[in-house]
């Protein structure tokens, strides 16, 4: 989603009223009422608007407060800081550097070792799932980037990349449709458009974009029309949904080298990342759940 949609009617459509209300204009949710209040497992908190990666589990902490706190942004560009004098108060509101999503305020009482308190409101944050140390081994939080990738069942296609060193967190659900959060069982019958995608967080320092492709393409067929083994429909589409000028161009990249190693005409989509909607949490981490290794229905 461009920065430069952040006034548009176009948020509306594809945002929830509540997640609206939020982020593009300035709400805030009741204290005590976010899923991430109380939620302390291993991993990383992007924008629900676009995406970027923005703050890390390790310097969360209960402030008693009633929104989920942190005492540190995952990198200081990453949150965008300006005054903020709205109901006779003096604050320092925090947003998304990429998409200026509004995401809460900062206060100087925080601990050690910033002494700050970055106030959140969970309805603007999203989480990803950390992956296990070894895969993790040598990640830099600071330099964490995101991929988005469609390549048929997305449990095993989250398999696949939590197993892929340098691969910092990930997350699965629906992306590319047209239909403000999607449920799985509505995903499934071909309606909304979405194609069910993961989420992948690295280091590019550790594990390069162009490294991620070369997975993505080694565990799907990319030149099967809507189809991956006994998964049919639009939703199980291969695609590359990219966040950056950069990602695009070596997708494309990609794409071209990759024809000349099959006789089919590739047919992964090349887009634009845009919203996605996280799966519901039966979704996620399937495979290490259930222990299965391949998707069934």
């Not at 991993?43 to 890390?56: D, T």
């Not at 291969?238 to 005409?265: G, L, M, V």
Request: glycine fraction near 10%; charged fraction near 25%; charge should be neutral.
């Amino acid at each position: 989603m461009e920065s430069s949609r952040e006034n548009s009617q176009d948020w509306k459509k594809v945002l929830s009223s509540e997640v609206y209300r939020v982020t593009r204009e300035k709400g805030t949710e009741p204290p005590f009422s976010g899923k991430y209040c109380h939620h302390y497992a291993p991993g990383y908190y992007v924008c629900v608007c676009c995406g970027a990666p923005l703050l890390f589990s390790e310097t969360k902490f209960d402030s008693g407060t009633g929104w989920p706190s942190f005492y540190a942004a995952l990198r200081p560009e990453a949150i965008r800081t300006q005054p903020d004098y709205s109901h006779g108060m003096v604050r320092e509101e925090i947003l998304c550097a990429r998409c200026h999503a509004h995401l809460g305020h900062r206060f100087p009482d925080g601990p050690p070792p910033t002494g700050l308190r970055y106030c959140v409101n969970s309805l603007a944050l999203r989480f990803c799932h950390a992956t296990s140390p070894s895969v993790s081994k040598g990640v830099r939080p600071d330099r964490v980037e995101r991929a988005v990738f469609a390549a048929g069942c997305f449990w095993g296609v989250e398999a696949a990349f939590r197993k892929t060193p340098g691969v910092a967190a990930t997350c699965v659900g629906y992306t590319g449709g047209n239909v403000p959060n999607p449920t799985y069982r509505l995903v499934c019958t071909g309606t909304t458009g979405h194609a069910e995608a993961v989420e992948v967080l690295y280091d590019p320092g550790v594990v390069s974009y162009g490294m991620l492709l070369k997975v993505f393409e080694k565990i799907h067929d990319p030149t099967s029309y809507h189809r991956q083994g006994p998964d049919w429909g639009s939703q199980y589409r291969s695609a590359i949904f990219y966040d950056t000028p950069e990602q695009r161009e070596e997708a494309e990249r990609w794409k071209k080298e990759a024809q000349k190693r099959y006789s089919a005409s590739i047919v992964t989509e090349i887009l634009p990342a845009g919203p996605f909607y996280e799966a519901e949490e039966y979704h996620q981490r399937y495979h290490e759940k259930h222990g299965l290794m391949g998707c069934g229905q």
